[in-house]
Nanobody, 125 residues
């Protein structure tokens, strides 16, 4: 059974960088879309970025476009989220999830069927 584990979160100053990892076990994610989502206290969960099974389709929400980069290494069964020029508004719990279509639409989140436990990202001076 597929399991996802996130790592790489932490505390960083504004303008800093972090790289999150989403490591899969129990099954290959080679043929799965992987999405990164975040949820800040008092806010709804939002899709941040997604990447299709071979990386042919990638999408970002507008607020992170140009600052975040999603990538995958299928040989390592891992998907990454490189986050640069971080801002305080990026603070949230970041989770990865496996689905079948690269979409960040809120009404499609339920179609991502396997979720990790999340990793905290805090951007503060």
């Amino acid at each position: 059974q597929l399991q996802l584990v996130e790592s790489g979160g932490g505390l960083v100053h504004p303008g800093g960088s972090l790289r999150l990892s989403c490591a899969a076990s129990g099954s290959s994610v080679e043929f799965r879309t992987i999405g990164w989502f975040r949820q800040a206290p008092g806010k709804e969960r939002e899709g941040v970025a997604c990447i299709s099974r071979e990386g042919g389709s990638i999408d970002y929400i507008d607020s992170v476009n140009g600052r975040f980069t999603i990538s995958r290494n299928n040989a390592k069964n891992t998907v990454y989220l490189q986050m640069d020029n971080l801002k305080p508004d990026d603070s949230a719990v970041y989770s990865c999830a496996a689905g079948w279509f690269c979409t960040l639409a809120s009404d499609y989140q339920h179609r991502y069927d396997t979720w990790g436990q999340g990793t905290q990202v805090t951007v503060s001076s």
